[in-house]
C-alpha cells in the first residue's frame, strides 16, 4: 500500500490562507495522478483538485476555482494545496488521494487507489 501522509490543516480566519502539503514515500510517486477531497459534516465528499502525473494537467472544483492552486514536486515526492481567500464553506476535512489514471478526468472518489488520513480544516468568521 501506499502511505500518504499529510500536513498544515489548522484553524485560519476567512480571507487567510493555508498550504497543505501530502508526502508519498518510495521511487514511485511520479506514476500517480494526485487528488485532493474534502468533507464537510452532513456532507458528502467532495472533488476539489486534482493534477496529473507530470503536472501538465489540472482540474478544480468550480467554487475554489482561483482561490486555490494544486502542485506538485516530484523530487520531493509532495503534492500541495495552495489554499487563499478562505471562507467557512471551505471547512472540512481534507483528504489527498492518488491513482494511476492518466487521463482527463480525476473527479470521482471512486478512481482513485490511495487515500491519505485527512487533515481538518476550520475557516471561522
Known amino acids: 500500500q501506499v502511505q500518504l501522509v499529510e500536513s498544515g490543516g489548522g484553524l485560519v480566519q476567512a480571507g487567510g490562507s493555508l498550504r497543505l502539503s501530502c508526502a508519498a514515500p518510495g521511487r514511485t510517486f511520479i506514476n500517480y495522478a494526485m487528488g485532493w477531497f474534502r468533507q464537510a459534516p452532513g456532507k458528502e465528499r467532495e472533488f476539489v483538485a486534482a493534477?496529473?502525473?507530470?503536472?501538465?494537467?489540472?482540474q478544480y472544483l468550480d467554487s475554489v476555482k482561483g482561490r486555490f492552486t494544486i502542485s506538485r514536486a516530484n523530487a520531493k515526492n509532495t503534492v500541495y494545496l495552495q489554499m487563499n481567500s478562505l471562507n467557512p464553506e471551505d471547512t472540512a476535512v481534507y483528504h489527498c488521494?492518488?491513482?494511476?489514471?492518466?487521463?482527463?478526468?480525476?473527479?470521482?472518489?471512486?478512481?482513485?487507489?490511495?487515500w491519505g488520513q485527512g487533515t481538518q480544516i476550520t475557516v471561522s468568521s
Open positions: 493534477i496529473s502525473r507530470s503536472g501538465d494537467y489540472t
Open positions: 488521494a492518488a491513482t494511476v489514471y492518466s487521463g482527463r478526468y480525476y473527479q470521482s472518489p471512486e478512481n482513485y487507489d490511495y
